[in-house]
């Protein structure tokens, strides 16, 4: 897990086509497939899921608006993703979870698509993206939205684990999706947490 470094995904990197290719690669590995969850839509919560993930576009936008993370290991392979919607940053016209949260919350960053690759989820790649964007802003609480319908209990569990909580249930998504609003207090503010790895 030493090895892994976090990265800005920007546009002048050499490898910045590869990196998206990879990173839409995973999410749609991840991607909500409400087909296939059958008769048991618990099996999705358990191992996590992406309900809106994206295609290349999408995410080369949020590249190119400096709001997308990348944890990757030596050979440039992408185990871990997230983006940053920064509190300096009006929300997208059609981004209704995030006008709620600015609404209710104030201006604060709010950590979206947070993924690490299958088979290199439990290893704290995640956590660590986590922690990245909580430094990034120490005065300020982190949010994130997930959706409760199907319920996402890996995700969840895994907010849980590094200090998020849930405050209210935003029940006006445009898909129709309520999402569970979580925060995560400011990094200064963290001292009670759990270190890491103790049970
Ligand atoms: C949710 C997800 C991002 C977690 O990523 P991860 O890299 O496996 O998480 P980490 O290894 O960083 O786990 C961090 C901590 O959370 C804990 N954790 C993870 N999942 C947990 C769960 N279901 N219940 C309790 N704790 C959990 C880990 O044990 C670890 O604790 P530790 O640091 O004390 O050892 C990953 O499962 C995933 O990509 N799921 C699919 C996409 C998704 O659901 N994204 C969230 C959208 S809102």
Redesign the pocket.
Same mark, same amino acid.
């Given at each position: 897990m030493e090895n892994g470094e976090i990265i800005a995904v920007l546009p002048q990197l050499s490898d910045f086509d590869d990196l998206i290719t990879q990173i839409a690669a995973i999410a749609k590995a991840?991607a909500y497939r409400a087909s296939e969850a059958g008769d048991d839509p618990e099996r999705w919560g358990k191992? &996590?899921?992406?309900v809106s993930h994206y295609g290349r576009d999408k995410y080369r936008d949020l590249a190119e608006q400096g709001r997308l993370y990348a944890i990757v290991q030596d050979n440039h392979q992408v185990v871990?993703f997230a983006a940053i919607y920064r509190p300096e940053q009006l929300p997208d016209v059609d981004d209704k979870g995030r006008e709620f949260i600015r609404k209710t919350y104030g201006r604060v960053p709010v950590v979206k698509q947070?993924?690490?690759e299958r088979t290199h989820?439990?290893? &704290?790649?995640?956590?660590r993206l986590n922690d990245h964007f909580s430094h990034q802003y120490p005065d300020d609480p982190v949010f994130?939205a997930?959706v409760e319908e199907p319920r996402?209990?890996?995700?969840e569990?895994?907010h849980?684990?590094?200090g998020f909580h849930k405050c209210t249930t935003y029940r006006d998504h445009p898909d129709g999706k309520p999402r569970g609003i979580w925060r995560r207090p400011p990094s200064g503010q963290q001292g009670s947490l759990?270190p890491?790895?103790?049970k």
């Open positions: 991840l191992s &996590g899921f992406l871990a947070i993924a690490s989820a439990g290893q &704290g790649w995640a956590r994130a997930i996402n209990h890996r995700s569990g895994f849980t684990r590094i759990l890491r790895n103790t």
